[in-house]
């Protein structure tokens, strides 16, 4: 009877082994390796030329991949859930965030937390919403996450994944290109992290000139901001070679860096700090390009539990920059009681000088 448990024992830990391995091979055998610069498809491109004298609007929005509202923890910032709650929840999350977009209006949108089909938004293609509700618009969007299963947390594992980041734009597009950021975690780590980028399109103008608009999502739970760090390098060299051809440029979305000292004016307060929350370095902003950044509306929450109007952790880590030839008219954020996500949009309307 003794031989027979241990038999059993050993066979039951050999099987694990095996599935284990099985496991793991499978996931580094399909784990996404994009190259550095891939060319992206503008859909349902416009036949629209900017004036060069118009007034815009851009907006950028984190939609939480539909199941980041009020109500909903998530266990990377120290909660529990790994998805959202249910795929009816997630349908009114991105519904809501549709409904916001289309009453605003703005000329060009920056989306963040975009899925296609992944286990955590109920295999809902978010992208494929946005684009049959923006029907009068063209559009790009580029992998920043593409997992065939995520085994956390172990007893509720998040599954696959497939999302990204997009811009939306009234006008036409020439190009759309995806740009691999470097930094990564560890070799086991990353095979089941995002492969961060920003996505980049070119809007010609009728002057003849371009105006560049780039969408980023930074690494966010990267202990010490060690992978950001690299990320900051290569976008402050990109800046630095795009403005040089004297383009206008505007790159926003979610920094997951603080973009505004405003709230942090006394020392206490830097004391309740989120572990993921790090500073731009203070030589990043290049001569002359300005922060379109509103003060006043706080624009991303802490995770760790569900909402909780003015006890929760909140800051200001979405906005734009914009180069020097672009004048900042107007810059506000929309405080939308982070309702449908764990973040709240902000606008930004500007004029080409």
């Not at 031989?3 to 496991?23: A, R």
């Not at 809007?203 to 990267?222: F, M, Q, R, T």
């Amino acid at each position: 009877m003794i031989k027979i448990i241990i038999k059993g024992i050993i066979l039951l830990f050999t099987s694990g082994f095996i599935l284990f391995f099985l496991f793991l091979g499978t996931i580094v055998l399909s784990d996404y390796k994009p190259e550095e610069i891939i060319p992206i498809e503008v859909v349902n491109n416009k036949n629209t030329i900017l004036p060069n004298d118009k007034i815009i609007t851009v907006t950028t929005y984190n939609i939480g991949y539909g199941g980041l509202d009020k109500n909903q923890d998530f266990f990377m910032d120290g909660g529990k859930s790994s998805k959202s709650r249910s795929e009816k929840q997630t349908l009114i999350n991105t519904e809501k965030s549709l409904d916001f977009l289309l009453k605003e209006k703005s000329d060009f949108i920056f989306l963040q937390e975009l899925d296609t089909k992944s286990s955590r938004s109920y295999d809902i293609n978010q992208y494929a919403m946005f684009q049959e509700n923006f029907d009068e618009y063209s559009s790009i969007f580029g992998w920043n996450y593409r997992v065939k299963w995520v085994p956390i947390p172990v007893l509720d594992p998040m599954g696959y994944v497939n999302s990204g980041i997009s811009i939306f734009s009234k006008y036409t597009m020439d190009s759309g290109i995806r740009y691999q950021l470097p930094g990564k975690e560890t070799w086991l780590k990353q095979l089941f992290m995002l492969d961060r980028c920003i996505i980049e399109t070119s809007i010609p103008l009728d002057n003849g000139k371009e105006l560049i608009l780039v969408n980023l999502h930074l690494s966010a739970y990267d202990k010490g901001g060690r992978v950001r760090e690299h990320q900051i390098r290569f976008l402050k060299n990109y800046i630095t070679e795009k403005y040089q051809n004297n383009h206008y440029l505007i790159i926003g979305g979610d920094w997951n860096h603080l973009l505004t000292d405003e709230q942090f004016k006394d020392d206490e307060s830097h004391k309740s700090w989120p572990s993921w929350l790090v500073e731009l370095p203070n030589d990043f902003t290049q001569d002359g390009f300005h922060w379109a950044v509103d003060d006043t509306v706080l624009t991303v929450r802490d995770n760790r539990t569900e909402y909780i109007e003015n006890e929760s952790f909140t800051t200001i880590i979405d906005g734009f920059l914009v180069s020097p030839n672009i004048e900042i008219i107007d810059v506000y954020g929309h405080d939308l009681g982070f309702e449908n996500s764990d973040h709240n949009p902000v606008t930004c309307k500007l004029k080409l000088k």
